[in-house]
């Protein structure tokens, strides 16, 4: 499988700065917190795995579902807008909004 090198530069370029690691760690975090919960939720007062409701696993993954869509409605434009904002500093948007990736 051939990897866009354009997206190959721009994701060794953002993984050098502290942000984007920072922003994976917070959106696992969120995540696996909310995943957790669910699970105490769902097997009762303790985390012995005897009884387990499905109906609590799916709504498990129903939260889960929306919650993730939820980030990513907040995570993606504002990693875009730093790169749109970018390529204005240089002067290269007429160019890349020209070419077809």
Do not use: C, H
């Not at 696992?28 to 105490?40: E, G, Q, R, Y």
């Amino acid at each position: 499988m051939n990897i866009n090198p354009v997206f190959l530069r721009e994701l060794r370029v953002r993984m050098r700065g502290w942000k984007l690691p920072a922003i994976i760690v917070i959106y696992l975090a969120i995540m696996a917190s909310v995943s957790i919960f669910m699970l105490k939720i769902g097997t009762g007062k303790d985390l012995s795995f005897i009884y387990v409701n499905p109906d609590k696993f799916t709504a498990t993954y129903t939260y889960l579902s929306i919650i993730q869509f939820m980030l990513i409605l907040f995570i993606a434009p504002s990693l875009t807008a730093g790169a749109i904002s970018g390529e204005r500093e240089k002067q290269t948007l007429d160019i890349m909004l020209s070419t077809p990736l």
